[in-house]
């Protein structure tokens, strides 16, 4: 009997985190070894309420190609963490959810802690001779998981943030005759991926931004003052970018040292503000013009910046993650596996969700400059494949039209 | 003997000021009655120190095609006021350039400021019996210069809130199981025009944002909180759109409830942190997770959001502009007429400067409901037409291609 499969989406959005559901979802439906494919809704979590939907549905509204250009979870997510304790009763409970819908194959579709999920599932199914398989799909614009070369989400970010940076630089250059620094605070608490794409945004050498910092690098305030100060003297409109995990490289971010900061529901200390910090600190020591620029939550969920090599790989990744199931795999993660950077070639793969769910991918070091205040090495051959074509979105009315749960 | 013309820009920049400045070179180079055209760096405070530019220079590179899609202020700008006594030293100073250039005409392309600088050297040239004439080139993202349907700028900033605010809901509405707020702050210091554009972010009826308030209407915390209390009942993830200078009514904007603010050189307050001030009202008096977000300087010059018909009608009000002064206008500011809005007929016009420089346009009393805290009426109908159209910008290495000045 042909089983069905379930899918999910976890942790924060993505441009393309829909294009992986539409993979899995497409290459379910398409794909005659495969029954039913449901989508959890808001994840693992409403998936233990009750939560859920037929994916085909989509298909036969016509709705599923809108999905893939969507932004965000069509399906909702969740921050859930399973317990460590693979003996609690959540995971029986689960396993009977997954019975009922004859499931065969789950695709979690996430970050670090998703694969977390995938990991512990997985680890359980074994333990009580299951064979239902568990795949995860990865997703992040911060490009942090270890044994893959990017991740789907990363290209598109990238490009917001190159785009975007490249505008705010132009417009902070319109008053060309009066000094004013604007501090660019772009997402990433650990690794500095997403900030050092940062480096696109110039026009020509010596351009916007001039000084580029990442969470890799221990942060030195008074180091700072001092190159902002001499890189004035040639940039009369300078800009910097920073990561929102800039830290002094003894356990405290910079945000820190103007407020205290809580914790989320796994740990991570909430961020604000390191923009804010240096802005009054730049302020206060130079006394120029300043102004912080928080990047919104379009950094991670914007459609007008989509990469079309970010769009197709997250889509593959959700197909390669079913026939990959359907192949016996479990316990596995989807990998990029790429051969050149010129012309660009990818491949497919897959590896141990266990050693991903514990590990971060730092931002290399050999790709910060001397000064650790730029970014150079081989980092523009890495990034340049992964930002390119456009994606057509379809237009309502002159806006973007998006998928949404009705 | 054929006269010469200059061209400056003023003011905060748009996506689209640029395609004015090219309307006007591009119509002066090929207009037979037009001898050289000069580009002033930074506008009159720029000129006065003898900065300017021969924009031929830039058809000749193939450079001035580039302009027209590139957002910000091609020439620089400045917030340069000129005295009001017209016996000032500085006027002599001007026209004795003015006349080394053999210029015969003058364009400023700019806000109300700008027109304020039209006008006295209208009324300068007129008190000395010059024929130089002085023209007018809308541009504000604010929408609130009077005598004209719409200003340019304005179509393609409503576009970037309107897909920005539904990209900023579809984000917030991820984890749609747990109540939050989100609260946009969307520039205009006294004129809702652009807030109002969030209103279009809507997917379908009752979808967000809930709740939009504008400096137009008298903001009343109490009541605030009230109707973000009900709204959440209903939209789990509620999200709140407001105009960084609502306030209330008795001449205090929100944030000066939180502090004190400065005042720029045109005596204009300097605002910041409305959002921010209503985060932590509705965390204190709700206890929900609230976030706030300033959308960034992106919501005047992302060139990813342009309108084609903003930028076709930007790049038509400069050469209208070079038309009108050539068939013997002066102290004039281009106006848009609208006869229709479905099909949408529009022509120019123009209008006195002078007018246009001491009046501002409130968004309309009556497109706002009755509750004060929504947009309705006929402002759809209005709207729509403005944020028609892509238009594609030049790409290289995946990233917009802008002009600069080299």
Redesign the interface.
Known sequence: MKKNIIVG?SG??TAVINGSLYGVASEGIKNPAVGHVYGMI?GI??FLQGHYMDMEELEQSGELEAVRT????FL????FKLPEDLTSSVYPELFQKFEELEIGAFFYIGGNDSMDTASKLSRYAQSINSDIRFIGVPKTIDNDLVETDHTPGYGSAA?YV???V???A????????KKSVTIVEIMGRHAGWLTAASV??R??EGDNPILIYLPEVAFDQDAFIKKVEKALETTPNLVVCISEGINDGKGTFICEYASDVGVDNFGHKMLTGSGKYLENLVKDKLGVKVRS??????Q??????L?RVDLDEAVNAGIYAVQAALAGETGKMITFNRSRSNPYELSYGTADVNIICNAEKAFPGEWITEEGSDIGGEYLEYV?PL????VEVP?K????L?A?RK
């Not at 909702?76 to 921050?79: A, D, H, L, Q």
């Not at 009315?397 to 973007?400: E, R």
């Open positions: 989406q924060g959005p808001n979590e409403g969507t932004p965000g979870s909702g997510s969740c921050r490009k190159a785009s975007t490249r505008e705010i132009i417009d902070a250059s319109v008053y060309d005759n696109l945004a026009k020509f620029i928080e990047l919104n939550v379009c991670r969920c914007s459609s007008a910046h990469s340049l930002i390119q074509g456009c237009v009315n002159g806006l973007p998006f949404y």
